[in-house]
């Protein structure tokens, strides 16, 4: 069975092209929004947040990690937690990072602990901009169910348009437990109506006469997220 054709339905169509209804989201009067941001390894959902970024209209989430940094990555693009000391138990180790990082929410993925910080959470709402959060699934359900009397949360998972091109990105990447990447990308595929609340194609070929299927994506985002304030 084709995993992306139940996502990409017509009866899931929403008046904004590439934007795909998932659960019920109901916006209330006087609450800012936050907009979480999931989607499987390979579906673009790093480089449509970084788009996002790029208008000026968010405020980026930034959350904690104890992995090492890649080559190449962005420095900016974690807190980057302490590394363990000198026969510390590693118990001991994951709890004084929650403690020292003052984690709202946090979990484990690939072996690395991540987490957001409570003063990002607390800086984004004052900032005056929408929060953007970029996370797995577990994350953004958190926020969803511990924010939401601060915030109207906003859950939208990027999809690819073919899983071919999702598992040929995942593959190409570099990165390790590439079989583990592989088996849960396509699982956040199957359950994204599940988690979020509007699905967001995003075509691997352009839609619109002069943009890129990316571009078209991060259009149809923010066409949504005018559509709400």
Same mark, same amino acid.
């Given at each position: ?16 092209? !590439? ?20 989607? +499987?390894?390979?579906?673009? *959902? ?5 788009? !996002? ?13 104890? $992995? =090492? +940094?890649? @080559? ?16 510390? +138990?590693? $118990? ?6 929650? *403690?020292?990082?003052? !984690? ?17 959470? *607390? ?51 570099? $990165? ?5 990447? !592989? ?8 359950? %994204?109506?599940?988690? %979020? ?5 995003? +075509?691997? =070929?352009?839609?619109?006469?002069? @943009? =890129? ?17």
């Amino acid at each position: 069975m084709d995993l992306l054709a139940p996502l990409f339905s017509p009866d899931r169509e929403s008046d904004i092209p !590439l934007i795909y209804k998932g659960k019920i989201f109901t916006r209330r009067a006087g609450y800012p929004l936050w907009v979480s941001i999931i989607g +499987p390894s390979g579906a673009g *959902k790093d480089t449509i947040k970084d788009l !996002l970024l790029h208008t000026g209209q968010f405020y980026y989430i930034r959350t904690a990690t104890n $992995r =090492s +940094p890649r @080559k190449d990555e962005d420095p900016r693009a974690y807190i980057w937690m302490r590394a363990p000391y000198e026969n510390e +138990p590693q $118990r001991s180790y994951l709890r004084s990072l929650i *403690k020292q990082y003052d !984690l709202f929410e946090y979990n484990y993925h690939y072996g690395n602990m991540y987490g957001t910080p409570l003063e990002s959470i *607390k800086i984004a709402g004052k900032s005056g901009r929408i929060p953007l959060y970029c996370s797995e699934n577990q994350g953004a359900l958190f926020m969803e169910n511990h924010l939401s009397d601060l915030f109207d949360v906003l859950t939208l998972s990027v999809i690819p348009d073919s899983l071919d091109d999702m598992e040929r990105r995942i593959l190409r990447g570099g $990165r390790d437990n590439q079989v583990q990447r !592989l088996a849960e990308s396509r699982e956040r595929v199957r359950t %994204a109506p599940e988690v %979020a609340h509007y699905i967001v194609k995003n +075509p691997s =070929s352009p839609v619109e006469n002069g @943009k =890129s299927g990316l571009e078209s994506a991060v259009g149809a985002i923010r066409k949504l997220l005018y559509s709400m304030s």
